[in-house]
């Protein structure tokens, strides 16, 4: 069992920034944070292998976000910098014990955080 508790999150200014926690234990090597709106399903925004450091971003939140981990809190951030109004959303994290198939799948996963909101205003 993993269980995955989040930290975070809140509200800025467009151009702001902000960072996300997510504490885990349990059996696992993937954890990815996603966001939803709203009405619609939820999108991966960065994934990070565990085992070796590697990350994963979406397109869209390439060069704004970093994704990391303290390896002896066994956490990982989401650093988000040069927010904008079209980021607000509710954010997640989730984990998965094994396989890099489709990292920013949100299907692909088995355990998720409570999640956070993240609001930003123009």
């Known amino acids: 069992q993993v269980q995955l508790v989040e930290s975070g999150g809140g509200s800025v200014q467009a151009g702001g920034s902000l960072r996300l926690s997510c504490a885990a234990s349990?059996?696992?090597?993937?954890v990815g944070w996603f966001r939803q709106v709203p009405a619609k399903g939820r999108e991966g925004v960065a994934a990070?292998?565990?085992?070796?450091?590697?990350?994963y971003y979406a397109a869209h939140v390439k060069a704004r976000f970093t994704i990391c981990q303290e390896v002896a809190k066994a956490t990982v951030y989401l650093q988000m910098d040069n927010l904008k109004p079209e980021d607000t959303a509710t954010y997640y994290c989730?984990?998965?014990?094994?396989?890099?198939?489709?990292?920013?799948?949100?299907?692909?996963?088995?355990?998720w955080g409570q999640g956070n909101q993240v609001t930003v205003s123009a």
């Open positions: 349990g059996d696992y090597s993937i």
């Open positions: 989730a984990a998965k014990k094994w396989g890099l198939a489709a990292p920013l799948v949100p299907n692909e996963y088995n355990y």
């Open positions: 990070l292998a565990t085992r070796n450091g590697f990350p």
